[in-house]
């Protein structure tokens, strides 16, 4: 009598190793599919580091040039829609105004447009430049520019301000 008693308490019965299996599989199943979406959305941070930082080199290019054009009649050739090849010969801000927006086909760097850059055909710019009252300044010694740069999912929009100093 004493080793049946025994031999019942020594082991799992069938119900209870059915729920083991049961919970076990629904807490991987729960860990696996929180490792999944972060796996699937790791790569957005990245994409939208590269729109950013395409952004501020653009935005940075357009406000280092000066507020009028020193050369009146020599770029862009299309007022409104210049090409990507003729920025290196860009004068002033306004020269950057644009009614379209690059795609980057050409694959050109942004400091030597010259250059191929692989994976910048992914991303559009966009600039706009327009006069505008500033804070009490006349609307023609203040201007507006919008760098708006799409990729992927992503679209940045950054907004920037040049005056025309004077004494």
């Not at 004493?2 to 069938?14: N, T």
């Not at 629904?26 to 939208?48: E, F, H, Q, T």
Request: proline share 4%; charged share 20%.
């Amino acid at each position: 009598m004493k080793r049946a008693s025994l031999c019942r308490q020594c082991g799992l019965s069938l119900i209870e190793l059915i729920v083991f299996i049961v919970i076990v599989s629904v807490g991987i199943a729960g860990i696996l599919s929180v490792i999944n979406i972060a796996v699937k959305g790791s790569a957005d941070p990245m994409i939208r580091k590269q729109v950013l930082s395409v952004a501020e080199a653009m935005m940075e290019e357009v406000l280092s040039k000066d507020f009028s054009d020193p050369y009146p009649d020599a770029f862009p050739a299309v007022p409104g829609n210049p090409a990507q090849a003729e920025r290196p010969n860009f004068s002033c801000v306004g020269d950057y105004h644009m009614t379209g927006g690059w795609k980057w086909t050409g694959v050109r760097s942004l400091v030597d447009t010259s250059t191929n850059i692989a994976g910048l055909e992914n991303y559009t710019v966009a600039i706009t430049v327009e006069e505008m009252a500033l804070n009490g300044l006349a609307s023609a010694k203040s201007k507006r520019v919008t760098v708006a740069v799409s990729g992927g999912n992503e679209t940045i929009t950054l907004v920037g301000y040049r005056t025309k100093y004077e004494d």
